[in-house]
């Protein structure tokens, strides 16, 4: 599970990083460009706004009254001179009527000029800055002019309309915008944007960081989109360009990049965050579902190769069917090996119980004699309590006990009389020579020590080691009573065959000395058994014998 | 706008015969004959009339005529620091017209009375903040007309009250020495005492243009301008 979630984390990390430079790149151009439109946006509607006021004033200055007592003044002086008492009451009249159209127009000021443009008379409350007399240079295009007047008080944005007759133009009406920190603010208000006014390339009013004002007059940028003030991008644009007069709107593209990268940034983390999620629970699903199922399965199957043991199939995992085929597979498999392993044994077992059947065939006398102590063996192992490997092995070793009288002659076999000492010794060798027989083949080693030390004796006066009573294992012991019992009741050469009874009682009576007395007590208690009901594995040992 | 200004070097080329005929020992008589002064009024730069500067489109009226009938009917030629004489009242009248003053400039004497006639299909509202005649015939419609009376000489601007761009002008003399020059530019003032005479030419946008010239008993005298009268 950690492993598949740690791929599919850092999957989602490049893709959600690279997902992120991207992001970045993208919002900072849509911000250059929105930025853009919106200044141009800006522009057109001041354009406009500059238009209408252009209108506005236009209409105002079609005042006769105005008209009539401004040409009215002049004609007069110039025709005959003008008495005191006449220009106070003409300039006031012209007075009045400035005044009405400043507080029409909500003019920071608004002046009349006569016909050489010098101020005849101003009004509105920045009147004061435009003395009488003051010159005001304005366009001779048209009747309706706007430009950026510098005068000695300050500058000005200025709009104006010709004073016309039908005949001549007796003068103009200007109305004049103090290009101060407020008119800044106004048209930043309506920008939304910073605005810097310079004049004679010095800032005149800003609402820019003044490192920013400074920067932008430095670099004099004025036909740049964009530029580095101050250490940020800014968009920039020229509103107004009027003789020593800008008017700039500007924008910084970092700060509102900021913004919408941060707003970009939190979404693509929350998918991020959602896709961790479901890369944990889809790590989870997966590993119920196929790896840990999967760790479970090998571990089975590592522990049932080092164990050897591969008689319990492995179990269906239930979560998915690829999986459960591959243990269905796996488990036939076994099967297969399970069967040939089993037909391998079953042909080295028989050919080992040919061998011992072929030994007892050189002797009539001992005809079926390994495969009566092998069943003999195992019911008297089973009434000691021993277990299925030990019976197992028990009934092996049993049947393959006189192994090593294959090298004995036929002669000391089958003698009819007693043996001589030399013959009596070669005799004494059999168990070794089995025990030499077995060493040859591997998997009948646990037989071994059955061949080699049945005829050891609890008195330690047995052969070929002469191991006392603890020393002997209890499968060998076992055999020596049953080895015992059937050659008792067996019939020899030399002797006829005698009774069980007869048996039992001599075994009895070698109790502890040349028997193991838990054994015969046990061959008492089978013996019966033995002869009523047939122990199964011999039934089937002897119909194998048989085919 | 341009501005209103005397071009100096037209002075010199202003034709002053008579200074040149003069003859000395010839005295400045009251009682001596008087003698016609002729002249001409020349334009010195033509002129280019304009459209009135109103903000309304215009209304039934159709617009003035772009080209004046001519700028030399703008102008009157007096004989300047005459002595106030008897005159005999006269009648003249100024139409208001496709939206403008007809004619535009008047000289009349003393005690004369101008009608004002409404010959457009609007109201019109005359009045004047004139010193020599202040006055406001108020509004009144097509067909209607009011008159008044000037009874002291000077200088008089006329306006309409209801159309900005309209102005007349009324020279009013108390002596008969005073002439509007017809569509060729001819002037003529009779019986001009005898005498050194200063003779003025009056452009409404130009203001006073003076020549001095000596008038003699019986002998026409001539006086010829040239007016720069600059472009409107």
Request: hydrophobic share 45%.
């Amino acid at each position: 599970m950690a492993v598949t979630f740690v791929t599919v984390a850092i999957i989602l990390s490049v893709v959600f990083t690279v997902l992120m430079v991207d992001a970045r790149d993208r919002v900072r151009a849509s911000e250059v460009e929105q930025l853009s439109v919106a200044e141009k946006v800006f522009t057109t509607l001041e354009a406009r706004r500059q238009q209408e006021q252009l209108a506005a004033i236009a209409t105002v200055a079609e005042n006769p009254t105005l008209k009539a007592a401004l040409d009215t003044y002049f004609t007069e002086r110039d025709f005959t001179g003008l008495p005191a008492e006449q220009e106070q009451s003409l300039r006031d009249t012209v007075t009045v009527e400035a005044e009405k159209l400043a507080t029409l127009t909500g003019a920071d000021v608004l002046a009349i000029l006569d016909s050489s443009g010098r101020i005849f008379v101003s009004a509105g409350p920045l009147r004061d800055r435009w003395p009488a007399g003051e010159h005001i240079a304005i366009p001779a295009t048209s009747t309706t002019f706007q430009d950026i007047a510098v005068l000695p008080h300050g500058a000005f944005r200025i709009s104006g309309s010709v004073l016309g007759l039908l005949d001549r133009d007796i003068g103009a009406l200007v109305v004049g915008t103090s290009l101060d920190a407020n008119y800044a603010r106004e048209l930043s208000n309506l920008a939304s944007a910073d605005i810097v006014i310079t004049v004679n390339g010095r800032v005149a009013a800003s609402t820019a960081p003044g490192e920013v004002a400074a920067d932008l007059v430095n670099t004099g940028t004025d036909a740049a989109d964009t530029a580095a003030l101050n250490g940020e991008e800014y968009a920039i644009r020229t509103l107004i360009r009027s003789g020593r007069a800008r008017i700039y709107t500007l924008a910084s593209i970092d700060a509102a990049a900021r913004t919408a990268t941060r707003d970009a940034l939190t979404a693509l983390a929350t998918v991020a965050f959602g896709a961790f999620v479901l890369a944990a629970l889809g790590s989870l699903w997966l590993a119920q579902t196929l790896t840990d199922p999967i760790d479970r399965l090998s571990g089975e199957i590592a522990m049932m190769t080092a164990a050897r043991d591969l008689r319990r199939p492995l179990q269906p995992t239930g979560t998915s069917r690829e999986l459960d085929s591959l243990a269905e597979a796996f488990n036939e498999l076994v099967q297969g090996l399970t069967a040939a392993e089993a037909d391998t044994r079953a042909a080295y077992l028989g050919a080992i119980r040919a061998l011992a059947a072929t030994l007892d065939a050189r002797d009539p006398y001992t005809a079926g004699h390994s495969e009566r102590v092998s069943a003999l063996s195992v019911l008297i192992g089973r009434q000691m309590g021993l277990d299925a490997a030990e019976l197992d092995v028990l009934r092996l070793g049993a049947l393959l006990h006189d192994i090593g009288k294959i090298g004995l002659s036929d002669a000391i076999l089958r003698k009819p009389g007693p043996l001589t000492a030399e013959e009596y010794d070669q005799l004494k060798r059999h168990p070794g020579q089995g025990a030499r027989i077995l060493r040859q083949v591997p998997f009948l080693a646990p037989h071994i020590p059955i061949v080699e030390l049945h005829h050891e004796r609890p008195d330690g006066r047995g052969y070929p080691f002469g191991l006392h009573a603890d020393e002997i294992p209890i499968a060998a012991r076992i055999v020596h009573v049953a080895d015992a019992f059937d050659a008792i009741t067996s019939a020899r050469a030399y002797r006829p065959a005698r009774g069980t009874t007869e048996a039992i009682a001599e075994l009895r009576r070698c109790s502890g000395t040349e028997f193991d007395p838990a054994s015969v007590e046990a061959l008492e208690v089978v013996l019966p058994l033995s002869t009523t009901t047939p122990e199964p594995a011999l039934q089937e040992l002897l119909g194998r014998q048989l085919v | 706008m341009q501005q209103v200004r005397l071009n100096n070097f037209a002075r010199p080329l202003m034709l002053v015969l008579g200074a040149l005929l003069a003859v000395p020992g010839v005295y400045l008589l009251a009682q001596q004959p008087p003698a016609v002064v002729r002249g001409r009024v020349e334009i010195g730069i033509p002129i280019n009339a304009r459209r009135p500067t109103s903000a309304y489109p215009t209304r039934s009226v159709p617009a003035p005529k772009l080209a004046p009938e001519s700028e030399r009917r703008h102008v009157v030629v007096y004989l300047r620091d005459a002595r106030p004489q008897t005159v005999m009242p006269m009648r003249v009248a100024i139409h208001q017209l496709n939206e403008s003053f007809t004619p535009r400039v008047v000289a009349v004497t003393v005690g004369s009375e101008v009608e004002f006639p409404n010959d457009d299909p609007i109201y019109h509202n005359v009045f004047s903040l004139s010193r020599a005649k202040n006055f406001n015939l108020g509004r009144y419609p097509k067909g209607d007309s009011r008159r008044v009376r000037f009874d002291r000489p000077g200088v008089v601007k006329v306006f309409c009250e209801i159309h900005s761009h309209m102005s007349a002008t009324v020279m009013v003399f108390d002596h008969p020495w005073f002439a509007v020059p017809d569509e060729d530019g001819r002037f003529e003032l009779p019986a001009v005492p005898a005498g050194d005479r200063q003779v003025t030419a009056w452009h409404e946008r130009l203001g006073d243009t003076t020549v001095r010239l000596r008038v003699e008993s019986g002998r026409p005298a001539s006086a010829d301008f040239v007016l720069p009268v600059p472009e409107k």
